[in-house]
């Protein structure tokens, strides 16, 4: 009974306060939840204002952990390998690597300077970072001079070893060429180039279209015109590969091309900007009017007949192998970036270095002049085969110049997995650069090494030194699966321009000049000359 009253008096004392207690927890709610909404702005404005130092703070932990777990590489792998050791030399700064000795030493005529001032000559051991696309790339951990090494690292290509570019480059140069493929594709794409470029091509299809279009650049200098040689030479090679790649050798026709393939060069060396105005945005733009021509030739192509497009490389490709039409594309372009600016620079470099050296000079001449006139060729002839293999000393000159003035001063390696070579352990994905010039630049290898010394390729302990497909001690295009399939073409190419630019003109050099390597291989000041048009000129074309 008790217990019903409570509960009777409860219920009615709830009723009659029911409305006031509802409207307390009510009014009790709001503030909380105004004090709640209150809280999360708070706390977003200050995660808003806070995010930049979050960003770089967690930045800055990334960093500073990949670089403590750099400098404790050394100890990981010593232990975990017993014997095996890093390969000597040294860090550099944080951050920054090595990049202001290597920038020094390659925008210097001597790149080896970088190493023989930091290390031990044999394997080096040195960061370098590089401001590319991928903001800061490490492209060189593991460089070495040590031509043993070197040559295992090219012999192992695509095994323990594979070539590594920026993103940049590979969307430029595109992605199903034989520059940035791997593996299968690469080793296929590898074959068809050197397929292309067979001596017996070179002998049916190379050797006459060069002279032509060597002729029309030498037509086109005017004597006592003051020229840069440089732009001469990256012209040559321009409209050399117009010709070669895809077959055109109409002149207005090669100088569209020519246009489109030098802008298309520049970009391959500038900052990846894609903003109208700079260099990697007008190359992208050269390369999609490059293709469109491509695209446009096999249509012709296909709806006629083999000799609609002529006599180059796109021709031979589109009737010998089936690729499909994007990768025909790319392996044409991947051609024109490989061999322009190498060739290009090295007929630069063999003039310079002849400039200075007037007894080189004088026994090249003679052996042109003196081929000429044994074999009978009359003005406006042109060399057979024969012809040029009979140039012993231009070879010599050629090979010099690829040694002091080599264009391609290191390669560029990933380690697919962790290797060991003899008592060293390199880490998988450690940068690995062959140091080519280091090579061709020792004093230990090469007697005088700085001097330009064509004679010393004529002495026969030399001979297998200078074996340039298998020698480890010269190397100018590389060697195993990526061993230049250019090679041949680019020596006929080298030995045909120095014929008719010496047989036609002297020179003066007009202003001072020296070889710089950064961005790339050139002459400071373009090499300025003023030429003096030789009278009995041979270059008409019969
Ligand atoms: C003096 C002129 C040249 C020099 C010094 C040169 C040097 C080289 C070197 C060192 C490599 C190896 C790159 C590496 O291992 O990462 C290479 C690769 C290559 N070169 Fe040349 N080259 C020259 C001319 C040419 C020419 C005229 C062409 C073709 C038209 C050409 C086409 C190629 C191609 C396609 C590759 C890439 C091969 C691959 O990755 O499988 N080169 N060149």
């Not at 105004?34 to 995010?51: F, G, H, P, S, V």
């Not at 000559?121 to 593991?142: A, C, D, K, P, W």
């Not at 002529?310 to 499909?324: C, F, I, T």
Request: charged share 20%; with cysteine.
């Amino acid at each position: 009974m008790f217990t019903s009253n409570i509960n009777a008096i409860y219920a009615a004392f709830s009723l009659l306060t029911f409305p006031t207690t509802s409207s307390l927890v009510a009014i009790l709610l709001t503030e909380r939840e105004r004090e709640r909404r209150l809280r999360k702005k708070k706390m977003t404005d200050n995660i808003r204002r806070a995010w930049p130092y979050i960003i770089s703070s967690l930045l800055l932990i990334v960093f500073l952990a990949k670089l403590i777990h750099n400098h404790n590489n050394k100890k990981k792998y010593c232990a975990r390998r017993g014997n095996s050791k890093l390969p000597p030399g040294r860090r550099g700064w944080p951050i920054v690597g090595d990049s202001i000795s290597w920038y020094n030493a390659v925008a210097s005529s001597h790149p080896p300077a970088f190493v023989e001032q930091q290390v031990e000559r044999y394997h080096s051991y040195v960061f370098i970072y590089t401001l590319s696309s991928e903001i800061f790339v490490q492209y060189g951990e593991f460089v070495s001079v040590d031509p043993a090494f070197n040559r295992f690292v090219m012999q192992n290509e695509g095994k323990l070893f594979q070539s590594s570019y920026p993103k940049s480059f590979r969307d430029l140069v595109g992605k199903n060429g034989v520059i940035t493929a791997q593996g299968d594709q690469q080793r296929k794409l590898h074959s068809i180039a050197s397929n292309m470029m067979r001596v017996d091509k070179l002998k049916f299809h190379f050797l006459q279209d060069i002279q032509i279009v060597m002729k029309q650049i030498i037509n086109n200098l005017h004597h006592n015109q003051v020229v840069l040689l440089q732009d001469v030479c990256r012209k040559a090679a321009i409209k050399l590969m117009v010709n070669q790649l895809l077959g055109i050798s109409s002149e207005s026709e090669v100088n569209g091309m020519a246009q489109l393939f030098s802008d298309f060069a520049d970009g391959c060396l500038s900052v990846p900007i894609k903003l109208p105005g700079f260099a990697y945005h007008k190359a992208m733009k050269a390369r999609d009017s490059i293709i469109s021509t491509i695209n446009t030739k096999i249509e012709i192509h296909r709806q006629k007949s083999s000799l609609a497009i002529g006599n180059g490389v796109l021709g031979r490709l589109l009737d010998e192998e089936s690729l499909p039409d994007d990768a025909v594309a790319d392996f044409i372009i991947n051609l024109l970036f490989a061999g322009n600016e190498t060739t290009a620079k090295t007929m630069l470099f063999a003039v310079y270095f002849l400039t200075r050296c007037p007894r080189a000079m004088k026994q090249l001449l003679d052996e042109q002049q003196s081929l000429r006139s044994e074999r009978g060729i009359i003005d406006g002839e042109m060399f057979n085969w024969q012809d040029y293999k009979a140039m012993p000393f231009t070879q010599c000159v050629i090979d010099e110049t690829l040694r002091l003035g080599g264009i391609a001063i290191w390669l560029m390696r990933e380690a697919k997995e962790e290797v060991v070579y003899q008592d060293y352990l390199i880490p998988k994905g450690s940068f690995v650069v062959p140091f080519l010039s280091a090579v061709h630049l020792n004093e230990n290898l090469y007697e005088d090494p700085l001097s330009f010394n064509p004679w010393r390729w004529m002495i026969p302990e030399n001979q297998e030194k200078r074996n340039w497909r298998s020698s480890p001690y010269f190397a100018p295009f590389g060697g195993g699966g990526r061993f230049c399939p250019g090679a041949e073409l680019a020596r006929l190419q080298i030995a045909l321009f120095l014929h008719y630019f010496l047989t036609t003109f002297r020179w003066r050099q007009v202003k001072e000049d020296h070889m710089s390597f950064f961005p790339s291989a050139r002459l400071v000041n373009g090499f300025q000359i003023q030429l003096t048009k030789l009278s009995n000129d041979h270059t008409n074309i019969n």
